[in-house]
């Protein structure tokens, strides 16, 4: 029986207008989210995930604009919607987004409750009474203790850890169907991140969510993720089952990744890193755009563009190695007995 689709992404560009040239962050991006999965996005900075999930809330900046086939939630065309007014139909209530850092999410000058009240009351409809009343059992539910009592107090007078609860209460009182988490853990420490992503774990269950979890730390994907698609210059590169990327990864980009995990280093060696830098947003893409800093690249990768090949039903990726005249090249020996070494990753761990 087939997944139901929750979001599908048809040949997706975003172009940026900066100084007076164009810089293209999403190059042609062609993505279904299933309903009730977890997807994870995995790249380095400035690889085009957050500016591939702001395509599903309208929030790219002012000089941003999208070319698309189609970005299709139930009957809207993402792609297609220009006005705010319309977007507020979306936006929070059916596609809600957790940011990074809770500090800039949450009004320094508000009370933590009146400002969740206040998404309670727009998005339910509730009088204040009622609005309250939810504002605090979602306080409770996201793990505040005496969520009565600290319904008053300000954003300053909570840690790290229990901000991004509070902000995951804000996006939960939304009650959206998809939740698109952009780096929630990173600025929190490994224990926090820990409680957080288990409490991220629950609450997908319990809502029924479907959620978009942006991270470069392929630590979290492990322990959070049901499939995992790899980003690299504005393109997917690779996209599988967590298992299939992490166990039998076909593209050199995800065997370096991969590689660069610092769990899996050997204590008194070199820690793996990639060479070079991602190529400029503002070059045309020549070949596959990994091929300067690839070490098993051929001549065809400096030349040609390679079309998504595919693994297994659920498992694709984009390079020429896949084609069936390419030479057999192995994955690198650190990540060849990744499975053992995997699981050993859990985060808190020291």
Known sequence: MSK??????????????????????????????YKNETLALVGES??????????MTGMLEANGHVIADEIKYKDYDLSKIKSNEKWLDIRGKKIATIFQDPMT????????????????ELHQGLDAEAAKAEAISLLNRVGIDNAEGRY???PFQY?????????????????????????????????VQAQVLDLLKELQQEYGLTVVFITHDLGVVANIADRVA???????IEVGLVEEVFYDPRHPYTWALLSSLPQIGTKGEKLFSIVGTPPSLYTKAEGDAFAPRNPFAMKIDFIEEPPMFKITDTHFAKTWLLDPRAPKVEKPQII?????????????DE
């Open 159 to 191: 840690s790290g850890g229990m901000r991004q609860r509070v902000v995951i209460a804000v996006a939960l009182a939304c009650r959206p169907e998809i939740i698109i988490c952009d780096e929630p853990t990173t600025a929190l420490d490994v224990t």
């Open 4 to 33: 139901e689709i929750a979001v599908s992404m048809k040949n997706v560009v975003v172009k940026f207008e900066v100084r007076g040239e164009l810089l293209t962050a999403i190059r042609n991006i062609s993505l279904d989210i």
């Open 230 to 236: 790899v980003m690299y210059f504005g393109q997917i």
């Open 105 to 120: 999410s949450l009004n320094p000058l508000r009370s933590i409750g009146s400002q969740i009240s206040e998404v309670i």
């Open 46 to 55: 400035g690889s085009g995930k957050s500016v591939l999930t702001k395509t």
């Open 152 to 154: 008053k107090d300000y």
């Open 336 to 348: 060849q007995n990744l499975t053992e070494r995997l699981s050993k990753i859990q985060v808190g």
